[in-house]
């Protein structure tokens, strides 16, 4: 029974109001489905340990940077299992070429001065002054001349840039070891220049001026003597480089005394081959005479071959 209230001396009874408090020990409660809503969708705030999370913003991806130009010295390009594609090796080759051209232009020009007194030296196996049938044929025979000297000056530039060309794996250690090695391929050269002048020509103009005497006359020009002596002290002096380019490339690990002994026949032929290049003449005189030296210098660098394989197993870092 409600109590009844008092007012103005008149007797009021109120009825018992009944208060609807959140029931939160029922799950299934609507209050309790609206929390574990409400749960789900904010992110706990009190994580094992006791510390609050920090509400983490998702930063955007970073845009990959920009493509970079290929550098010629770049060995991660060029490394062993590198590719590259066509484009690559001819603007690789264009640049080396460019290079060899200005080395070879520069040693030209060096050379220029010094043709004259070369040339009087290159006449002493001749005996007489050269012969001209053509206007162009001394300013041809000057500039053959010039050539050569720039050629010898030139050639340590040139054989790296060809290394660098075929061998385009090689890191900047190996590298060093082929930059320390050009002094020697220059002396080398010299050395196979030195001998082809002394042991290999003057046997060979005996021969090509003795040769059916009662029948012909020696009378050569200069464009024809010229040629066939520099052409075979130049390419006598690129011969003698091999044995030093075999060794360093057995320190590199690409080339093994196996593989060289394996194909003596091979080197043969080749030796054969480029004795017939350099000697423009036909007769077999005068190409056994560059062929013998040709295949002594294959026996030498399969020595050296060996050598290198033993230093480079020791220790190959110091070199």
Known sequence: MDPPVSS???SVRLPKMKTCLPNFDNPNSPQMRKRAMTSQLKPSGNPVGGKPLSRT??????PPPPPSQPNEDDDSLKGIGGQMSFLDHLNELRYRITRAAIALFIGTVIGFPLARPLLQYLQIPYGERFQALDPTATVVSYFRVSLLVGGIIAIPIITYQLLMFVLPGL??????????????????FLIGALFSWFVLIPPALDFLQSFQNDIFRAEWTADGYLGFVTALVFWMGVAFETPLIFFVLSLLGMVSARVLIKNWRIAIVGSGIAAAFITPTIDPVNMFLVMGPLLTLYVISIILVVIGQRFSRVDSTDF
């Open 8 to 10: 103005m001396g008149y």
């Open 57 to 62: 913003v998702p930063t955007p991806p970073t």
């Open 171 to 188: 890191t900047n250690k190996e590298k060093k070891r082929l930059l320390t090695a050009l002094p020697a391929i220059t002396l080398l």
